[in-house]
C-alpha cells in the first residue's frame, strides 16, 4: 500500500509540475488591423487547442481599442505595459500559452474593476483578478496558472462585452 501511495504522489507530482503548453504567435496575415485581417483573426482562433500570449494581447487590442497597431510582440507587451494591463516585470515568450491569471489582470485593468480589499490594497493579482472576474461570470471556474485555448479566449472576450454592454444598461 505504501509503494502505491509514494507512486501515486510521485505522479501527481511529476503531472502537476509540467511545463506550460505554448501555442502559436499571430500569424503576419492576421496581425494587421484591416477589417478583413481581424475577421479572419477571430474566425481562426477558436481552432487554437492552445492561444499563445501573442495571440491574447492582440485580442485584447483588437477587442480595446478596435486595432491593434503594434507591428510585433515586444511592442504590445509594450502597449499592455504602459496601460498597466501587464505587469512591468513580465518577460514571458509569445508562444507560450496566455494563462488565465494573466488574462484576468489584463481584463481587470480593461473593465476599471478595482476589485475587493485585497487588490485594492495590493493592486492585481493574478489570483484575485481571476476570483473577481469569476464572481462576476466574465470568467468560468478556473485557476490562475490555467492554460486557455483559443476557443475559451473568444468566450472570454464575449463576456467582457457582455459584462461591459450589462454595466453600460445599469447605469442608464
Known sequence: MLNVGCSLFLFVLLVGCAAPRNGRPVAREFSGSDPDAQI??????????????????????????????????????????????????FDESPEQGVTRGTLAVAIMKLLNDRGGVTTRVFGPSPRYSVRE????????????????????????????????????????
Open 40 to 89: 479572419n483573426f477571430w474566425h481562426a482562433l477558436p481552432n487554437e487547442a492552445v492561444a499563445s500570449n501573442d495571440q491574447a494581447f492582440h485580442a485584447i487590442l483588437l477587442f480595446a481599442d478596435g486595432k491593434d497597431e503594434s507591428r510585433d510582440y515586444a511592442a504590445r507587451v509594450a502597449t499592455l505595459k504602459s496601460r498597466r494591463m501587464l505587469p512591468d516585470n
Open 133 to 172: 472576474l469569476m464572481f462576476l461570470n466574465v470568467l468560468p471556474p478556473s485557476t490562475p496558472n490555467q492554460a486557455t485555448s483559443g476557443n475559451e479566449l473568444v468566450g472570454i472576450i464575449g463576456a467582457v462585452e457582455d459584462f461591459q454592454r450589462s454595466s453600460a444598461g445599469a447605469n442608464k
